[in-house]
C-alpha cells in the first residue's frame, strides 16, 4: 500500500494540475505518475465523496462489478458478477488511492481557472494559489443539484428533497410520497419506498428500460460482447444528442433485476404522466405515460432483438427466453392529483445536476455551458476535461471506461509535454503547449 504526503500548493507551480479526486481524477493521476509526469491533484472534499454522500443508504452499482476498471485496479473481488453496494464503492475508490498514492490535496475547493498571456494557468484555491503548464478538469458532468421552478409552487407544508439527498424512506415524514423522474435514481428510490411499505406516486418520463438478464446473461455481459461500450460518439450522427440521453433504468439490487413500472403499478404504485403543472396542492400531469411506458418497453425488447441477432449470428449457445408481457396497462390518463386529498407529504425531485464551470475563466464551452473538446481534449493548450459522459464512449464517465480515457489524455499531455521541450530547445525560448494533437 502506498502512501501520499500532502503537496504544497499556495505559491507552488506544477507541470499538471488536475481538479478532482474522484474516480476520473485518480485514474488520470495513476497514468500521469506511471509516465513520470509531476502532477497535484486538489479535491474539494475527500477521495469518493459523491459516492458517499449523494447516494442513498440502499445505493448499488447498475452495472456488473467486473466493469470496474481503473488504471492499475481492476475488480478483484469474489463477485464479479454482482453489484457493489454503496459502500463498496466507497472503499474500492479509498484501496485505489492507497494503492499508488497520489499527490493529492483533500479538503482544498479550485475558485478560479485562468489563463495568462504567457500561457501558464493561474488556479485561485481555498489554500492559497498556484499555477500550472496543464489543467485536467475531472469534477464531472454533476454539480449542481437541479430543480424545476415548478417546485417553488408547492405548498409550504410538503417536505421536498432532491435524489442527491434522499438517504432513505424513513427520513421523509409519514404519509404518501411523489416521485419526479424516471431516470435510474427516480425509478431506484421509488422502488426503495415501495419495498418499505410507503405509497408511492411516481411522474413517468420519457427514460428507457432495459432488462437486467436474458438468455441466461446479465445483458450488459451481452452488450460488451456486441462492442456496444466500444463504440465511439464520433460514430453517431448527433453526438450531442447522443450525450443527453437518459440512461437506462434497471437494478443491481439484491443480485440484480427488472426495474418493471408496470409491475410497481400492478403492485400498488401511482404511476403518472410527465408532471407539467403545479396549482397550489393541485398537480396536472401529461397524458404520456402509456406512450412513456410502451417506448421504454420497446426500447428493452429491442436490445433482446440485438442480443437474438449476436446469438444467431455467431452460433453462440444460449437458452431460449419467452418475451416480455406487459402486466399492466394506464388504461384512461390521470390528468391531475391533490396533494392534500391523496395524503402526500413529501416529493423526491429526481430530476438530475446541472454543469457549474463558472469558475474556469477560459472560452472552452458551448452556448449551453457544455465545454468543446474532442476526446476531453480542448481548444486552449493545455486544457483538458475528463469524465464526461459519453466523452468517448458509452463508459467515460464510469469506473468502465474512464481509465482508458485517462490513458489516452496522459498520452497527449506527455506528448505535449515533449514536443514543447523540443521546440523550447530549438527556439531558446518556452514553447506553447500544443492543442489537440491525436495520440493512439
Same mark, same amino acid.
Given at each position: 500500500?502506498?502512501?501520499?504526503?500532502?503537496?504544497?500548493?499556495?505559491?507552488?507551480?506544477?507541470?499538471?494540475?488536475?481538479?478532482?479526486?474522484?474516480?476520473?481524477?485518480?485514474?488520470?493521476?495513476?497514468?500521469?505518475?506511471?509516465?513520470?509526469?509531476?502532477?497535484?491533484?486538489?479535491?474539494?472534499?475527500?477521495?469518493?465523496?459523491?459516492?458517499?454522500?449523494?447516494?442513498?443508504?440502499?445505493?448499488?452499482?447498475?452495472?456488473?462489478?467486473?466493469?470496474?476498471?481503473?488504471?492499475?485496479?481492476?475488480?478483484?473481488?469474489?463477485?464479479?458478477?454482482?453489484?457493489?453496494?454503496?459502500?463498496?464503492?466507497?472503499?474500492?475508490?479509498?484501496?485505489?488511492?492507497?494503492?499508488?498514492?497520489?499527490?493529492?490535496?483533500?479538503?482544498?475547493?479550485?475558485?478560479?481557472?485562468?489563463?495568462?498571456?504567457?500561457?501558464?494557468?493561474?488556479?485561485?484555491?481555498?489554500?492559497?494559489?498556484?499555477?500550472?503548464?496543464?489543467?485536467?478538469?475531472?469534477?464531472?458532468?454533476?454539480?449542481?443539484?437541479?430543480?424545476?421552478?415548478?417546485?417553488?409552487?408547492?405548498?409550504?407544508?410538503?417536505?421536498?428533497?432532491?435524489?442527491?439527498?434522499?438517504?432513505?424512506?424513513?427520513?421523509?415524514?409519514?404519509?404518501?410520497?411523489?416521485?419526479?423522474?424516471?431516470?435510474?435514481?427516480?425509478?431506484?428510490?421509488?422502488?426503495?419506498?415501495?419495498?418499505?411499505?410507503?405509497?408511492?406516486?411516481?411522474?413517468?418520463?420519457?427514460?428507457?428500460?432495459?432488462?437486467?438478464?436474458?438468455?441466461?446473461?446479465?445483458?450488459?455481459?451481452?452488450?460488451?460482447?456486441?462492442?456496444?461500450?466500444?463504440?465511439?460518439?464520433?460514430?453517431?450522427?448527433?453526438?450531442?444528442?447522443?450525450?443527453?440521453?437518459?440512461?437506462?433504468?434497471?437494478?443491481?439490487?439484491?443480485?440484480?433485476?427488472?426495474?418493471?413500472?408496470?409491475?410497481?403499478?400492478?403492485?400498488?404504485?401511482?404511476?403518472?404522466? @410527465? *408532471?407539467?403543472? #403545479?396549482? =397550489? $396542492?393541485?398537480? /396536472?400531469?401529461? %397524458?404520456? &405515460?402509456?406512450?412513456? !411506458?410502451?417506448?421504454?418497453?420497446?426500447?428493452?425488447?429491442?436490445?433482446?432483438?440485438?442480443?437474438?441477432?449476436?446469438?444467431?449470428?455467431?452460433?453462440?449457445?444460449?437458452?431460449?427466453?419467452?418475451?416480455?408481457?406487459?402486466?399492466?396497462?394506464?388504461?384512461?390518463?390521470?390528468?391531475?392529483?391533490?396533494?392534500?386529498?391523496?395524503?402526500?407529504?413529501?416529493?423526491?425531485?429526481?430530476?438530475?445536476?446541472?454543469?457549474?464551470?463558472?469558475?474556469?475563466?477560459?472560452?472552452?464551452?458551448?452556448?449551453?455551458?457544455?465545454?468543446?473538446?474532442?476526446?476531453?481534449?480542448?481548444?486552449?493548450?493545455?486544457?483538458?476535461?475528463?469524465?464526461?459522459?459519453?466523452?468517448?464512449?458509452?463508459?467515460?464517465?464510469?469506473?468502465?471506461?474512464?481509465?482508458?480515457?485517462?490513458?489516452?489524455?496522459?498520452?497527449?499531455?506527455?506528448?505535449?509535454? @515533449? *514536443?514543447?521541450? #523540443?521546440? =523550447? $530547445?530549438?527556439? /531558446?525560448?518556452? %514553447?506553447? &503547449?500544443?492543442?489537440? !494533437?491525436?495520440?493512439?
Amino acid at each position: 500500500m502506498a502512501a501520499h504526503s500532502t503537496p504544497r500548493l499556495a505559491g507552488a507551480h506544477y507541470p499538471v494540475a488536475v481538479v478532482g479526486g474522484g474516480q476520473a481524477g485518480l485514474s488520470i493521476s495513476h497514468c500521469l505518475g506511471r509516465r513520470g509526469v509531476d502532477h497535484v491533484v486538489i479535491e474539494a472534499n475527500r477521495v469518493a465523496h459523491e459516492w458517499r454522500e449523494r447516494r442513498w443508504d440502499s445505493f448499488c452499482l447498475v452495472t456488473p462489478n467486473w466493469q470496474c476498471d481503473l488504471p492499475g485496479f481492476p475488480y478483484k473481488g469474489a463477485d464479479p458478477d454482482g453489484f457493489m453496494v454503496r459502500e463498496e464503492v466507497v472503499r474500492y475508490l479509498e484501496d485505489y488511492a492507497a494503492s499508488f498514492g497520489p499527490p493529492l490535496v483533500e479538503g482544498v475547493r479550485v475558485t478560479r481557472v485562468r489563463r495568462a498571456v504567457s500561457g501558464v494557468f493561474e488556479i485561485a484555491t481555498t489554500a492559497g494559489d498556484l499555477t500550472a503548464d496543464q489543467v485536467v478538469v475531472a469534477t464531472g458532468p454533476y454539480h449542481a443539484p437541479s430543480l424545476p421552478r415548478l417546485a417553488e409552487r408547492l405548498p409550504a407544508g410538503v417536505e421536498q428533497v432532491h435524489s442527491s439527498r434522499y438517504r432513505r424512506p424513513g427520513q421523509l415524514p409519514e404519509g404518501e410520497v411523489l416521485v419526479v423522474g424516471t431516470g435510474q435514481s427516480g425509478c431506484q428510490i421509488a422502488e426503495d419506498l415501495h419495498l418499505a411499505g410507503r405509497r408511492v406516486h411516481l411522474a413517468v418520463g420519457g427514460a428507457p428500460r432495459v432488462a437486467r438478464f436474458y438468455r441466461g446473461r446479465d445483458c450488459v455481459a451481452w452488450l460488451h460482447d456486441m462492442g456496444h461500450y466500444a463504440r465511439s460518439i464520433d460514430e453517431f450522427g448527433d453526438a450531442d444528442a447522443v450525450r443527453m440521453r437518459a440512461n437506462h433504468y434497471v437494478t443491481g439490487r439484491d443480485g440484480g433485476r427488472d426495474i418493471d413500472l408496470r409491475a410497481f403499478a400492478r403492485d400498488g404504485m401511482r404511476l403518472y404522466g @410527465r *408532471l407539467t403543472g #403545479v396549482d =397550489g $396542492a393541485r398537480l /396536472g400531469f401529461a %397524458a404520456d &405515460l402509456k406512450d412513456n !411506458l410502451d417506448r421504454a418497453d420497446a426500447v428493452a425488447e429491442g436490445i433482446k432483438d440485438a442480443i437474438d441477432a449476436h446469438i444467431a449470428a455467431r452460433g453462440v449457445a444460449a437458452p431460449a427466453e419467452p418475451r416480455y408481457v406487459p402486466v399492466w396497462d394506464p388504461g384512461e390518463p390521470v390528468r391531475s392529483l391533490d396533494l392534500t386529498e391523496a395524503g402526500i407529504t413529501s416529493v423526491v425531485w429526481a430530476t438530475g445536476f446541472t454543469r457549474d464551470h463558472r469558475w474556469i475563466e477560459i472560452p472552452a464551452f458551448d452556448g449551453r455551458g457544455y465545454p468543446m473538446h474532442w476526446r476531453g481534449v480542448t481548444s486552449c493548450p493545455g486544457l483538458y476535461f475528463l469524465g464526461l459522459p459519453w466523452q468517448h464512449t458509452w463508459g467515460s464517465g464510469r469506473l468502465e471506461a474512464v481509465g482508458r480515457d485517462a490513458e489516452f489524455l496522459a498520452a497527449h499531455i506527455e506528448a505535449s509535454r @515533449r *514536443l514543447a521541450d #523540443v521546440c =523550447g $530547445a530549438l527556439t /531558446g525560448a518556452p %514553447a506553447e &503547449l500544443s492543442p489537440a !494533437l491525436p495520440v493512439g
